[in-house]
């Protein structure tokens, strides 16, 4: 299973761009990023997922390279009601489909 | 419903009561999972379920813990005998299950469960 490491937190500025990475050393082959955003008494919210290169969304980017030991979540001009946890899980069918959410980073965005 | 459904939304237990969380995932979804967070902290596996197949209970606990998913759709977990150290939200998610399970999951807004 591929394990996963965040940082713990992170501050931003409102119109910022932030950028949260999240390193899955041992990435099995078929397996896939995604990216959840938790706020405060809700159930994690889908945000990204990918298997290579880039993704974007109308929400965010998710910025993979060739070794795809990392990731980054792109969060363009962020805004206050951006604060919140965010998650990123590896995994899929041909690893037991057990996704195992880290601690997450909690982004807190300041006015 | 259009969304996954968790009931009930708070329970309030003593120490040694038993309970049960019910689910109910998104029509069509055979991959259903529960999840429990503490407070603050990240979100623990519990178990999972693919269609009519033997979950993967590797995440329950103790043999406190159990689940059961009947026909493929509504699952409850049920809790015997709770101690305090079990208050914590427990968490559902639903997805497409076998090959299509990449990971993208559905979640409930949570049962939050207080031991007193």
């Known amino acids: 299973l591929a394990k996963t490491t965040q940082p713990i937190s992170m501050d931003s500025y409102e119109g910022q761009e932030v950028n949260i990475t999240c390193s899955h050393n041992n990435i099995a082959t078929n397996d896939y990023i995604t990216w959840y955003q938790q706020f405060p008494s809700q159930g994690p919210r889908f945000i990204i997922q990918?298997?290579?290169t880039k993704v974007t969304n109308e929400v965010a980017s998710l910025f993979i390279p060739a070794d795809r030991k990392s990731s980054t979540l792109s969060l363009p001009r962020v805004s206050l009601s951006d604060t919140a946890v965010y998650y990123c899980l590896v995994g899929g069918p041909n690893t037991g489909n057990q996704f195992y959410f880290g601690t997450g980073t909690s982004l807190t965005v300041i006015p | 419903g259009a969304g996954v459904s968790q009931s009930p939304s708070n329970k309030v237990t003593e120490k040694g009561k038993d309970v049960e969380l019910r689910c109910d995932p998104i029509?069509?979804?055979?991959?259903l999972y529960w999840y429990r967070q503490s407070l603050g902290q990240g979100l623990e596996f519990l178990i999972y379920f693919q269609g009519n197949s033997a979950p993967d209970k590797s995440g329950l606990p103790s043999d406190r813990f159990s689940a059961e998913r009947t026909g493929g759709s509504v699952s409850t977990l049920t809790i015997q005998r709770t101690q305090q150290e079990d208050s914590a939200v427990y968490l559902c998610?639903?997805?497409?299950?076998?090959?299509?399970?990449?990971?993208?999951?559905?979640f409930g807004e949570g049962s939050r469960l207080t031991v007193l």
């Open positions: 998610a639903s997805g497409k299950g076998g090959g299509s399970n990449t990971g993208e999951l559905f």
């Open positions: 029509s069509g979804h055979t991959a």
């Open positions: 990918g298997y290579k």
